[in-house]
Nanobody, 114 residues
Framework: QGQLVESGGGLVQPGGSLTLSCVASGFTFSTYGMAWHRQAPGKAREWVAGTTTQGSIKSYADSVQGRFTISRDNAKNTLYLRMDNLKFEDTAVYYC???????WGQGTQVIVSS
């Protein structure tokens, strides 16, 4: 049974940075495309960024393009999301997920506040 565990969330001021991590287990991580999603209070969950199995192709939502960077280390079974120049509207619970078979993490909270 596949599992994903996120970490790295927290409270940060506008303009600050955070790096989220997502550790995978129970499945062959390197054969899965991966993505980050987020859900802000009172809003629907939205896709943030995605990457292919070897990390060669990355894509981003327009709202985070140029500020967020998705990456992966297949040797460590870990997915990352580097978030720079954070804005109030980036406040959300962030989830990592596989792009097939429906594995999701439990989420990590990011709060951007002054």
């Amino acid at each position: 049974q596949g599992q994903l565990v996120e970490s790295g969330g927290g409270l940060v001021q506008p303009g600050g940075s955070l790096t989220l991590s997502c550790v995978a287990s129970g499945f062959t991580f390197s054969t899965y495309g991966m993505a980050w999603h987020r859900q802000a209070p009172g809003k629907a969950r939205e896709w943030v960024a995605g990457t292919t199995t070897q990390g060669s192709i990355k894509s981003y939502a327009d709202s985070v393009q140029g500020r967020f960077t998705i990456s992966r280390d297949n040797a460590k079974n870990t997915l990352y999301l580097r978030m720079d120049n954070l804005k109030f509207e980036d406040t959300a619970v962030y989830y990592c997920a596989t792009t097939r078979d429906g594995y999701w993490g439990q989420g990590t909270q990011v709060i951007v506040s002054s």
